[in-house]
Nanobody, 113 residues
Framework: VQLVESGGGLVQPGGSLRLSCAASGFTFRSYTMSWYRQAPTKERELVATIASTGGTTYYASAVKGRFTISRDNTKNTVYLQMNSLKPEDTAVYYC???????WGQGTQVTVSS
C-alpha cells in the first residue's frame, strides 16, 4: 500500500488549496478514505472521510462548509478542496486508508499573510 499526498503550500488567509492523495497497492474503489491533519504541538485529528463510492462524506466541525472531500476511483485518487483557509488550518495533512495503519507521508499547509 502506498499513499502519496501533494498540493500543500503557503497560502494567504481566505485562499484555497487542493490536496491530492494518489493511492496504490490495494483496490482503492473498495475502501473508505480519509484526511487527517496535525498542527504543531497538537494531536493528529480527523478532517474528513469519504465512502468507497463517494456517496457518503463526513467533516469535522472545524472545516465543515469550507472543505470538500472527493475521489476519482478511475484515478485511485482522493482530494481535499480547502477554501476560505484560516491560520488555524496550518498543519501537516495526511491521507489515510480508513481503519488501517496505512498513512501517507503528509503535505504541509501553511496559512499566513
Amino acid at each position: 500500500v502506498q499513499l502519496v499526498e501533494s498540493g500543500g503550500g503557503l497560502v494567504q488567509p481566505g485562499g484555497s488549496l487542493r490536496l491530492s492523495c494518489a493511492a496504490s497497492g490495494f483496490t482503492f474503489r473498495s475502501y473508505t478514505m480519509s484526511w487527517y491533519r496535525q498542527a504543531p504541538t497538537k494531536e493528529r485529528e480527523l478532517v474528513a472521510t469519504i465512502a468507497s463510492t463517494g456517496g457518503t462524506t463526513y467533516y469535522a466541525s472545524a472545516v465543515k462548509g469550507r472543505f470538500t472531500i472527493s475521489r476519482d476511483n478511475t484515478k485511485n485518487t482522493v482530494y481535499l478542496q480547502m477554501n476560505s483557509l484560516k491560520p488555524e488550518d496550518t498543519a501537516v495533512y495526511y491521507c489515510r486508508k480508513w481503519g488501517t495503519d496505512y498513512w501517507g507521508q503528509g503535505t504541509q499547509v501553511t496559512v499566513s499573510s
